[in-house]
C-alpha cells in the first residue's frame, strides 16, 4: 500500500484490510508517520509523534477488534495516555507527564487504534481557533493561510489532510463541530457524559464539555460511539445510550422527519450570505428526500447566554488552571499564559458559588427550553458557523487589550449556534454538505433531542449518499 492509496480509505476500510491480513499494522503506522512527515511542516498538525509505536502495532494489535491497527492521535487535551505528555497548549503545562490514563483513552485502545501522536489544541480549549503560543498555528489543509478551526484544530487538519482517518476530539462550545466545519468532516458531539470524561472530571465544564472524535466518514464516527459510549466506573451523571448498534443506525432509513430550519442565532450576529445559502440548499436537500421542513427555532437571552458561558468557562479554568499550576510547580501569569487566558483566571478567582449557580441555572433553562421544542421536531438544521474558516491572527488569545468577555464573545460571535447545545447537553453533528466560492467547506449543523444519536447518524448518513463529500480533497492531502 502507498500513502496515496492509504490516505483514500476511512477507518473501518483500513481495519478491514488488516483482517484481511492485505495490510499489517506496523506497515499503516509507518503511513501514517511518512504523512506527518510530508504535511505537517506545513500544517503543525501533529506536536509530537510516537516513531517508536509503528514496530510495535503488529504484535499489539487485536483483529477482533472494529478498529484493529488503525493510526490515530489524541487531542493534546483532557484525553490522555499515563506516561504521555499533556499539555493542553499551555507554556503553564509545558512538559508535564500524565500520572493516570482516561477512561476515554483506554476505551480507544480497546477499539484497536495505533495512537501515534498528539494533536494540537489551543490553550486549556478556550478558543475557536487552534493558534497556541507554545506550539504556534495550526494551518487548514485547505488554505494555510486560514484557520483549522478550534479548539479540535490540530485533529481536525490531521484527519482532514489524510494523515489519520479519525482522531480525537473534544467539545465545550463548539470545539468539534467548528474544526469539523473548517475542514470539512463529519464532527459530531455527542449528548451531555455519552462518552466518558472520567475520572479526572465528573461534569467537564459543568456538563458543558464531552468527548468523541472528527472523521471523514458518518460510519466511522457511529462505529467508534459504539466502542465509547456508556458510563466509565463510579460516573456521577451519564446519558443513556439509546442504540445498541450506532454503525447499525447509518444503515437504517430515518423515516419522514420534521426538520425545524433555524437561521437566526441566538445571538446579534450577522451569518455572511454565502452560508446562509448553503444552509437554504441543504433543507431543499432534506426536502428532496421527503422531509418536512419548517422555519422554526426556540427564544433564549443572548445576553443571559454569554453571560453564563463566560462564568462558566472563567471559574472552571481557574481551578484547572490553579490545579495545573500546583502540578507544573509554576505560576499563573504572562510568562506562563495568553493574556485572555489569564484573565479568564484573573475573572474566575472573583466569581463566587452563587455566580457559577446562577449560570448553571440559565443552563438549565436552555435545556428545559430546547427539550420542549424538540418534542414538537425531530431535528434542527442551522449553520455550523457565521463563515467560513477565517484568516489565521483574527482569534488571538494572546491579546492584551481584551477582557475574557470580550475575548469569549468573539469566539461565539463565529459559532452562534453553537454553544446553545453544549448547555442543553443534546447531542449536535456538523456534516460537510456544501463548499463556498472560495473552495471552503461549509458545515450543515444538525441538533436533536438528548439521546437522539440514532436519529441524527440515520440522517447524516441518508444525506452523505444523497451528497457525497468523500471525493473532495484539500490542496494539502496526503499522497
Known amino acids: 500500500m502507498n500513502l496515496a492509496e492509504y ?37 503543525n498538525a501533529v506536536i509530537e509523534s510516537f516513531a517508536d509505536r509503528a514496530d510495535l502495532a503488529d504484535a499489539q494489535a487485536r483483529d477482533n477488534c472494529p478498529f484493529a491497527g488503525v493510526p490515530f492521535l ?6 490522555h495516555e499515563a506516561g504521555v505528555r499533556n499539555e493542553m497548549g499551555s507554556r503553564l503545562a509545558q512538559g508535564l507527564i500524565a500520572p493516570n490514563e482516561t477512561d476515554l483513552a483506554a476505551r480507544f485502545k480497546r477499539a484497536g487504534v495505533t495512537i501515534l501522536g498528539r494533536s494540537n489544541a489551543p490553550e486549556f480549549g478556550c478558543s475557536a481557533t487552534t493558534e497556541p503560543v507554545l506550539y504556534g498555528p495550526t494551518r487548514n489543509p485547505w488554505d494555510l493561510a486560514r484557520s483549522s478551526g478550534g ?10 489532510a489524510g494523515i489519520v482517518p479519525i482522531a480525537h476530539a473534544n467539545d465545550g462550545g463548539g470545539s468539534i463541530r467548528i474544526p469539523a466545519s473548517c475542514c470539512g468532516l463529519v464532527g459530531l458531539k455527542p449528548s451531555r457524559n455519552l462518552n466518558p470524561v472520567g475520572p479526572d472530571t465528573g461534569l467537564a465544564l459543568g456538563g458543558f464539555g464531552v468527548e468523541h472524535i472528527v472523521s471523514r466518514s458518518v460510519r466511522d464516527t457511529a462505529a467508534m460511539l459504539d466502542q465509547t459510549a456508556g458510563p466509565g466506573v463510579g460516573e456521577w451523571y451519564y446519558t443513556p445510550r439509546t442504540s445498541e448498534c450506532f454503525l447499525g443506525e447509518t444503515m437504517t432509513d430515518p423515516g419522514r422527519l420534521r426538520i425545524a430550519l433555524n437561521l437566526t442565532p441566538w445571538l446579534p450576529v450577522t451569518i455572511e450570505r454565502e452560508v446562509i445559502e448553503a444552509i437554504e440548499d441543504v433543507a431543499r436537500l432534506c426536502e428532496d428526500l421527503g422531509h418536512v421542513v419548517e422555519i422554526a427555532r426556540f427564544d433564549l437571552s443572548a445576553e443571559r447566554l454569554v453571560r453564563s458561558n463566560v462564568t462558566i468557562w472563567a471559574g472552571y479554568l481557574a481551578g484547572w488552571i490553579d490545579h495545573v499550576a500546583a502540578a507544573a510547580g509554576r505560576r499563573p501569569s504572562l510568562k506562563t499564559l495568553e493574556a485572555t487566558t489569564l484573565r479568564a483566571y484573573d475573572y474566575g478567582k472573583t466569581l463566587k458559588a452563587v455566580d457559577l449557580i446562577a449560570a448553571l441555572d440559565y443552563a438549565n433553562v436552555i435545556g428545559r ?25 483574527l482569534l488571538n488569545a494572546n ?25 442543553s447537553g443534546q447531542p449536535a453533528i456538523s456534516l460537510p454538505l456544501a463548499m463556498s466560492s472560495a473552495g471552503l467547506p461549509i458545515g450543515a449543523m444538525f441538533a436533536a433531542r438528548l439521546a437522539g444519536e440514532p436519529l441524527l447518524l440515520r440522517l447524516a448518513s441518508q444525506l452523505e449518499q444523497a451528497r457525497p463529500w468523500c471525493h473532495r480533497r484539500p490542496a494539502h492531502f496526503a499522497s
Open 7 to 43: 490516505a483514500r480509505h476511512d477507518a473501518l476500510d483500513l481495519a478491514t484490510l488488516v483482517r484481511r491480513r492485505e495490510v499489517k499494522p506496523s506497515e499503516l503506522a509507518h503511513l501514517a508517520l511518512a504523512a506527518i512527515a510530508q504535511l505537517n511542516p506545513a500544517l
Open 74 to 79: 489524541l487531542k493534546d487535551l483532557v484525553c
Open 151 to 160: 479548539s479540535s484544530g490540530g485533529s481536525a487538519a490531521a484527519v482532514a
Open 369 to 393: 427550553t430546547a427539550g420542549a421544542f424538540f418534542e414538537g421536531y425531530d431535528v434542527m438544521l442551522m449553520p455550523t458557523l457565521a463563515t467560513p474558516a477565517p484568516k489565521l491572527g
Open 399 to 423: 491579546d492584551p487589550d481584551l477582557s475574557f468577555a470580550d475575548w469569549f464573545a468573539r469566539n461565539m460571535n463565529f459559532a452562534p449556534f453553537c454553544q446553545v447545545f453544549n448547555a
